[in-house]
């Protein structure tokens, strides 16, 4: 039996930990913040946040199972998989119960890519709540950052996947997301 793996195996193993990653935030129930600026590159609104990619994202969505029914996660991505973002809708989140929620769905994102958090801190994106993290996984390391959008109520999660075991710096594109909202 070969032992080898093929490249298209190797190539999607990134983007499979990155999926997982996305879909780890299913699991709750219920950059600093970056000033808005004339940006050039390929926006996509998920809530009331814009996200501006560096280049085109392939779009694509995913239903999954939350204590409130079937949601549509859809996700953008760029670089193979390697950076991309999610968000959807979960009736609930609010200014007051964001830092359990964070907290909540950093805690399920580690558990269910079956990692080790490294680091993770408080702060805001786009000027709403949110934690990022470095999570060291089995196959390399993930940069997340998990936003709740107070405005319209929505989970927002953006990946950055280093195939590289405690990795020190997220793919290049990852640092050049840029995102501009209004809170509520």
Not at 5 to 10: D, E, K
Request: positive net charge; hydrophobic residues 40%; aromatic residues 6%.
């Amino acid at each position: 039996m070969n032992s080898r793996r093929s490249p298209i195996v190797l190539k999607a193993g990134p983007f499979l930990v990155a999926l997982a990653a996305v879909l780890s935030l299913l699991t709750w129930q219920a950059s600093p913040s970056t000033a808005a600026k004339k940006t050039t590159g390929f926006p996509v609104k998920v809530g009331s946040i814009l996200l501006t990619f560096p280049s085109k994202p392939e779009a694509s969505s995913v239903k999954a199972n939350v204590a409130t029914g079937t949601v549509d996660v859809p996700t953008w991505a760029i670089d193979g998989g390697l950076v991309l973002a999610s968000g959807f809708p979960v009736p609930g989140i609010n200014k007051a119960n964001a830092s359990n929620v964070l907290k909540s769905s950093l805690n399920g994102a580690v558990t269910n890519v079956g990692g080790t958090l490294r680091t993770s801190k408080n702060d805001t994106y786009a000027g709403f709540p949110s934690v990022t993290a470095i999570i060291d996984v089995p196959a390399g390391t993930l940069f997340q950052r998990i936003v709740i959008d107070t405005k319209t109520s929505t989970l927002v999660q953006l990946v950055g996947v280093v195939t590289k075991p405690k990795a020190k710096t997220p793919p290049a594109n990852y640092t050049k997301l840029e995102a501009s909202g209004k809170p509520a």
